[in-house]
């Protein structure tokens, strides 16, 4: 299992961009992409808790999804 990122379709439903959140939160457009686009191994707590913040997510859940990952083998 591992986790995928929610963050584009949080930001298309408040119809926001990534450089809008990152204005907001004071974060680089280059984490939230990475974010966005899964490209982060460990996310960092205080990113996570700018971004839910700023996109008033009240639970992780509603930031992240689990997905499974099947064995490759």
């Known amino acids: 299992m591992h986790l995928k990122s929610r963050l ?8 926001m961009n990534q450089k809008d959140l990152a204005d907001k939160t004071g974060l680089t457009t280059r984490l939230i992409s990475e974010i ?19 996109l008033d997510v009240k639970d992780m859940n509603e930031l992240f999804k689990i997905v499974e990952v099947e064995d490759e083998g």
């Open 8 to 15: 584009k379709i949080l930001l298309a439903e408040r119809d």
């Open 36 to 54: 966005a686009n899964n490209k982060v191994k460990m996310y960092p707590k205080e990113a996570l808790e700018k971004i839910m913040v700023a």
